[in-house]
């Protein structure tokens, strides 16, 4: 499931950009150490099969819905961590251009939960050792089906707590917690069958296939198990640290969200650093609408009424109203206005 | 959607980037900054912002008249996008019945107004982003990010993605049309058969690779793929950008909208 | 000019899987001629193509343009000689757009800006395509791809062009103007085809390969009439030749 860029905070969505960007970066600069130059093409022309791929329904058994292919593990699989990371990241980038599925800023996140794990964390922690040099197509299907589902369950845990963290949403984690994992588990499972699927199909078709992929895949590419977690731990270090400084830069999001995980109600709210100096600046010049740090005097209902988080701004609510559907309708007038002198070009 | 409505719409939208007008002839890289600009600025209203963001509405629509872009084209993509933002955002109104306010006499929860803020954000951040797409041509966008700092091998991919795409498509929708017409009824669509598909697809796709590889090869491929600068940034680039950073900015931070409605 | 001979002596070619594709190739094409391989489906036209640019190599014998003979090494000489048109468009042009992909071989070459430029234009506007430029490849008709493939490789200056099917997905007005188009072009030229009629239309020569070998090696108007040398090699008379009744 995609996240979306109208439940994501700036925050959020500039640490998860961050984090993809870095890893991103890592397995450009690894590939391009020692890559066979066959391997441009193919992870291009890769990308454009998952792509159409995707387009492809398939019916759920007993369910009568239908899914698809997600693409991260079988790229893994077939290319390796670092391409695989890349073709998922520009297959990713395409839908978001020319679907919006998700949008620009919540790429970022998408690319993380559908790219990072399953290339990252699953393959060689979890496919990788257990397959082995296995070609036996019941080993295959099971480990596949642990893999994907792994993949999965982790991408969907992303989502939540991206949304959680973004604060724009009101589900309480557990609830939400409950609604994604279920339905990622469905989809794991189909991700896997067919993930299985394909790889013993081209194994039995064509089997000197992958290996020849195998063999352009740079050796130095391959990933050891303690850079892997060498890297999480660094990058983990790096979010948190991201996340804390927008934290006490935009309380917005993170105060609500740790409310809601922890349940304890709002935290003191923190009057020192930069979040400070931000006030102090607010306080001047109530620019900062949302805010609204310079009580109006003249509106009665705001002492009723205001609640008890900041971000409500009732006290404008019907100029600020009668504001809104004016500046709506001079931009529709705009709009067609410009249409219409266009018309007449044309 | 079924392969057919997304094979033709992304054909769709791929045509309309080619257009020429004022819009499509701005520099692609003042086009993404300024797109990347404008989300940055809606997401960063908060969780109960809604007076605010009207005027933003004014980009997507200028964009959209100024580079003819069909309106009900971008509404019908943004309407197919939408269920996960309305399906998590719809549990506000069911969790938050907190009264926020009254206006003229109907009393309006906080979770109806974090709703629609929700809502607002998303058609703003999605037209924003489909309109990127049509008024630049995705080599365009490339550039841009080549330019702006991407590393090479990502944008190679991008652009082989793209080229390839098309055609990758009408393969899978030769294959889809020849299940369809030889599975009468729902028979053919399971597992198995979808399997096959894949895999058949799959097979087709490496053999492709191949042999454009023998193709770059003969052209004197080795290891890079180079390419020409194509755009400079004009007087228009800048202007356009100046000005959106101003609106945004002008919008952002100065309660315009409330003014307006408080003069009215 | 005798840098632009061709030659393939004694060329025998196995692939890893163990079939022997070519069993001994010998000929000879000599500057400006235009030759036609013709010869049914898995004779060897295509593998014979691929060892024209050193994407295959010989397992014996020896292929020369001139005094260069065909090694690893001499490998990207070979490229700049030879510039081969393939079968499918879409493969060829891999590229995002018409400039780019006729920019991509003299940018591999290493040439600059502006020498790059005029290339474009030239190669473009021999196959008269200049205002498909912009356009990426995906939105020309099967025409205009086949055009701009061959620009593509006129864009690198070869010496020597080869053809694999070059008319195989033309409707007939685009498969006459191509055929027009090639009788314009001085270069050597090597296109394999089933089409008998674009090659007795365009090559005054003409080599019929049939189990690795070539079976025969002629005049194009004499091979082609030969109803019965045609049809024991699974080919059959062009319709030019054919009558009406």
């Known amino acids: 499931m995609h996240m979306a860029d109208a439940l994501l905070s700036p925050a959020v969505g500039t640490t998860l950009w961050v984090g993809t960007v870095a890893v991103g970066g890592y397995a450009s600069k690894k590939l391009k150490e020692r890559i066979d130059d066959r391997m441009i093409p193919l992870m291009g022309v890769l990308g454009a099969f998952i792509f159409a791929a995707q387009m492809i329904n398939i019916t759920i058994p007993g369910t009568g819905s239908s899914g698809h292919l997600g693409g991260g593990m079988i790229l893994a699989i077939i290319l390796g961590p670092h391409a695989a990371f890349l073709v998922m990241a520009s297959v990713l980038t395409v839908q978001a251009l020319f679907f919006a599925d998700g949008g620009l800023l919540a790429l970022g996140c998408n690319i993380w939960n559908l790219g990072f794990y399953p290339c990252f964390l699953v393959y060689p922690l979890i496919y990788k050792p257990l397959i082995g040099d296995s070609h036996n197509s019941g080993r295959i299907i099971a480990v596949s089906l642990l893999s994907a589902i792994a993949a999965l369950q982790l991408g969907a845990f992303s989502v939540v707590m991206e949304t959680l963290l973004s604060g724009k949403s009101e589900l309480p984690f557990g609830a939400f917690v409950l609604l994604m994992q279920p339905i990622h588990l469905a989809i794991g499972v189909i991700e896997g069958f067919v993930t299985a699927g394909v790889i013993n199909y081209v194994l039995s078709a064509r089997p000197e296939l992958l290996e020849s992929i195998a063999a352009s895949r740079s050796h130095g590419a391959e990933i050891s198990l303690r850079k892997v977690m060498i890297t999480f731990v660094v990058l983990a270090v790096i979010t948190g640290g991201a996340l804390s400084w927008f934290a006490s830069t935009h309380p917005d999001g993170l105060e609500w969200s740790i409310e809601k995980v922890t349940g304890k109600g709002e935290l003191q709210e923190a009057e020192h650093g930069i979040a400070r100096v931000l006030k102090g600046i607010q306080k001047k010049t109530a620019f900062l609408p949302g805010y609204n740090f310079k009580p109006e005097g003249n509106d009665p209902k705001k002492a009723e009424t205001a609640p008890a988080r900041p971000g409500i701004e009732v006290g404008t609510s019907v100029s600020g109203i009668v504001g809104a559907v004016i500046v709506l309708g001079m931009i529709v007038l705009i709009g067609v206005g410009i249409r219409s002198f266009r018309g007449r070009d044309a | 959607m079924t392969f057919d409505t997304l094979y033709f719409d992304i054909g769709r939208m791929d045509r309309l980037s080619y257009r020429e007008t004022f819009v499509h002839r701005l520099d692609p890289r003042a086009k993404v900054i300024a797109t990347i600009l404008f989300l940055f600025t809606v997401i960063s209203f908060p969780k109960y912002e809604i007076v605010a963001l009207a005027p933003f509405f004014l980009y997507p629509v200028l964009l959209l008249t100024v580079g003819e872009i069909p309106v009900r084209f971008i509404i019908k993509k943004m309407i197919v996008v939408s269920p996960f933002a309305v399906f998590i955002g719809i549990f506000n109104p069911i969790l938050d019945t907190r009264t926020a306010a009254v206006i003229f006499g109907v009393s309006l929860s906080a979770g109806w107004i974090s709703f629609l803020s929700i809502l607002l954000k998303f058609a703003l951040t999605i037209s924003a982003a489909l309109l990127l797409i049509a008024t630049t041509s995705f080599p365009g966008v490339c550039h841009a990010l080549r330019r702006l700092g991407f590393p090479a091998l990502f944008v190679s991919q991008l652009l082989f993605l793209y080229r390839y795409l098309f055609v990758l498509m009408e393969e899978a929708m030769r294959i889809v049309r020849a299940r369809e017409m030889r599975s009468f009824g729902s028979r053919g669509t399971g597992m198995k058969v979808f399997v096959r598909l894949i895999g058949i697809l799959f097979l087709r796709t490496m053999d492709r690779a191949e042999r454009i590889y023998y193709a770059m090869l003969s052209r004197g491929f080795h290891g890079d793929i180079p390419s020409l600068k194509r755009s400079r940034i004009a007087f228009r680039d800048l202007a356009f950008m100046a000005i959106t950073i101003a609106f945004l900015a002008v919008f952002r931070f100065l309660p315009i909208t409330e003014g307006i409605g408080r003069v009215a | ?245």
């Open chain 3, 1 to 245: 000019m005798s840098h632009h001979i061709v030659e393939f002596k004694n060329v025998f070619f196995r692939y890893p899987d163990g079939t022997e594709a070519l069993k001994g190739v010998n000929f000879r094409i000599t500057h400006g001629e235009s030759v036609g391989v013709v010869g049914a489906n898995g004779a060897g036209k295509s593998t014979l193509l691929q060892h024209m640019n050193g994407y295959l190599m010989p397992t014996s014998g020896t292929v020369t343009i001139g005094d260069l003979t065909l090694t690893g090494k001499t490998k990207r000489e070979f490229r700049k000689k030879v510039g081969i048109v393939f079968q499918n468009p879409d493969d060829q042009l891999f590229m995002p757009t018409v400039f780019d992909d006729v920019a991509f071989g003299p940018l591999n070459l290493g040439m600059d800006e502006a020498s790059v430029r005029e290339r474009v234009r030239k190669a473009l506007g021999m196959v008269n395509s200049l205002d498909l430029q912009d356009k990426p490849p995906h939105h020309l008709s099967s025409g205009q791809k086949s055009a701009v493939a061959i620009a593509s490789v006129m864009a690198m200056e070869p010496d020597i062009l080869a053809m694999d099917e070059p008319a195989a997905n033309l409707d007939p007005r685009s498969r006459r103007s191509l055929i027009s188009l090639l009788k314009t072009f001085k270069h050597s030229k090597i296109i394999a085809s089933h089409d008998l009629d674009l090659i007795l239309d365009v090559c005054e020569r003409c080599i019929v390969i049939g189990g690795g070998a070539v079976v025969a090696d002629g005049p194009s108007a004499e091979i082609l009439s030969n109803k019965a040398f045609l049809e024991e090699n699974n080919l059959e008379l062009p319709l030019s030749f054919q009558g009406r009744s």
